[in-house]
């Protein structure tokens, strides 16, 4: 097929999702020519289009922006943990955010194939509703969820991991109902924690909703164990007696998430276990008698599948060691989280294991040695592992780079990973906070005119980001130099550093630092 159309920019960034969206934000924002590839007809990937509405990890930077404008127009619930944003309005502000950055944007477009010239991406290749086009860049930012740009580039990638033979996390779809009564239902929740049943250590009886999910089981009401976990969480705006909700529940086991026919088959149960779970709850759990289905997530609910093989791979060790990196991006305080591949009772792994005790990450000798569900393919090693709820891990700007090209990043839950740390840091935050980086990174390599992004000062990166927030808060007023002069002037300020020169009699390198305290 004939290129119909062909585009030129320096920033290409593929895919739409938190992490796109924010490496867009980035890097119209720090003056660079940007364009935003999505293959949908909105932004915001699984938390808007997937109806995974509540954001997980440490909320910062254009994550918490986004949702503090969503907020000031009441289409946010903010909370410390998990607060949660509207997915239509949430779809909307970010494309507002995007556009009023300067960065374009171009729905529809499913990228395909990529041109490569000595080592490095010429433009990528794409399919929409004009024909095959063309679209060439300085530095790209794969933020597809399955690293299809970097498939396309033959970079190094990696799928699944040995314990589990390669499959990928079980797979949820989202799902929205209307008329909860979300009152009567957290009020039935407190009393059930209060219920000599309730018992937190016993898989069947921590949560209200699984309790009755297993009473009905085992009497013939409900066929299978739909959900071993599940999150509801509340939409905005809305009275809690007559409420809508979104919900987090239903798995698909046994998931290859690069195979189209087993992609299909995920949906396609999904789409069942969606009704028999609704049914149940309407039947079963206190405040949702009521609940109408308003809507499947029209975007499946794919936690992993490709990821680079980059600079630095992020450890699963690193995460329970709450390791820290002089290039670190985004601080991280969520347990592990990979949602179990094989069917059974358990909702997620919230521990690896080890050979011998990891330092700073919370140990003891296995319990589960004999537990088949939790581990089905091998007995598992000596030792759990568990993050420490009182300490936090980065994640190093290296672990965005891909390697086998120069022009190469990538953000959201195809960066450089192992299999558990990037089933905890694949959350909406953290990938906001990838995006976010990617962004800023992709703007100092072209103005520093490297070679290849390997190339850049990690550190400067992490520096970009607080000094976005620094902007943002205003409280440079300090050293006299006021938010606008910063805005307009945000890369003269690294430059400054580099060169060892001052600002307003200030040393650049005590202006950057003083941020980060």
């Known amino acids: 097929m004939q290129t119909v159309k062909k585009?030129?920019?320096?920033?290409?960034?593929c895919g739409g999702g938190p992490a796109g969206s924010a490496a867009a934000i980035a890097?119209?924002?720090?003056?660079?020519?940007?364009?935003?590839?999505?293959?949908?007809?909105?932004?915001?990937?699984?938390?808007t289009n997937g109806y995974?509405?509540?954001?997980?990890g440490v909320v910062d930077g254009i994550c918490l922006e986004w949702l503090q404008r969503l907020d000031a127009e009441g289409h946010a619930v903010m909370k410390p943990h998990l607060p949660t944003a509207e997915p239509e309005y949430g779809k909307q502000m970010l494309e507002e955010m995007v556009l009023q950055s300067g960065t374009r944007i171009l729905y529809g477009t499913h990228v395909v194939d990529c041109i490569k010239e000595d080592g490095k991406i010429k433009s990528v290749i794409a399919y929409c509703k004009s024909g095959k086009i063309e679209i060439e860049g300085k530095v790209f930012i794969d933020a597809t969820g399955d690293a299809d740009l970097a498939m396309a580039a033959d970079v190094p990638l990696e799928c699944g991991n040995a314990e589990f033979c390669g499959l990928n996390q079980s797979v949820t779809m989202g799902f929205r109902l209307a008329y909860v009564n979300l009152k009567e239902y957290n009020e039935a929740n407190a009393a059930w924690r209060k219920h000599p049943d309730f018992d937190s250590n016993?898989?069947?009886?921590?949560?209200?909703?699984?309790?009755?999910?297993?009473q009905a089981y085992e009497a013939g009401r409900l066929h299978d164990i739909l959900s071993p976990g599940n999150i509801v969480y509340p939409m905005a705006g809305r009275e809690q007696e007559c409420m809508d909700v979104t919900l987090d529940a239903t798995h698909t086991f046994d998931c290859h998430n690069t195979d189209v026919e087993d992609l299909t088959r995920q949906i396609v149960d999904q789409h069942r276990k969606v009704i028999w779970f609704h049914n149940f709850l309407r039947n079963e759990v206190p405040g949702f008698e009521n609940s109408v289905l308003e809507a499947y997530a029209p975007m499946n609910g794919v936690r992993d599948s490709r990821h680079i093989i980059g600079e630095y791979v992020f450890k699963d060790t690193d995460?329970?060691?709450?390791?820290?990196?002089?290039?670190?991006?985004?601080?991280?305080?969520?347990?592990y989280d990979t949602h179990v591949p094989t069917p059974g009772f358990h909702t997620a792994h919230r521990h690896i294991h080890a050979n011998e005790p990891v330092e700073n990450a919370v140990c003891r000798p296995t319990q589960d040695a004999e537990d088949y569900m939790y581990n089905p393919l091998v007995k598992p090693l000596a030792w759990e592992v568990r993050t420490n709820p009182r300490n936090y891990c980065e994640l190093p700007f290296r672990s965005l780079i891909a390697t086998g090209?120069?022009?190469?990043?990538?953000?959201?839950?195809?960066?450089?990973?192992?299999?558990?740390?990037?089933g905890s840091i694949r959350v909406i935050g953290p990938s906001m906070s990838m995006g976010q980086a990617a962004g800023y990174g992709a703007s100092l390599y072209i103005d520093q005119k490297l070679g290849a992004v390997r190339d850049l000062d990690g550190k400067l990166v992490r520096l970009a980001d607080h000094l976005s927030a620094f902007i943002e808060a205003d409280s440079s007023i300090k050293y006299g130099i006021t938010s606008k002069?910063?805005?307009?002037?945000?890369?003269?300020?690294?430059?400054?550093?580099?060169?060892?020169?001052?600002?307003?009699?200030?040393d650049a390198m005590q202006l950057l630092w003083s941020i980060m305290e």
Do not use: P
Request: proline share 0%.
């Open 405 to 422: 090209v120069d022009n190469l990043m990538a953000a959201g839950r195809c960066i450089s990973a192992e299999y558990h740390a990037l």
């Open 7 to 13: 585009f030129y920019y320096d920033v290409v960034i």
């Open 52 to 56: 995974i509405t509540g954001v997980a």
């Open 202 to 214: 016993d898989l069947k009886k921590r949560s209200l909703i699984v309790y009755k999910e297993h």
């Open 485 to 506: 002069q910063l805005t307009s002037g945000r890369d003269n300020i690294l430059k400054a550093y580099l060169s060892g020169t001052k600002i307003n009699g200030v």
């Open 27 to 47: 890097a119209g924002r720090a003056g660079k020519r940007a364009i935003l590839l999505e293959m949908r007809e909105s932004l915001g990937g699984l938390c």
């Open 319 to 335: 995460l329970g060691a709450a390791k820290k990196f002089e290039d670190g991006i985004l601080q991280h305080t969520e347990f």
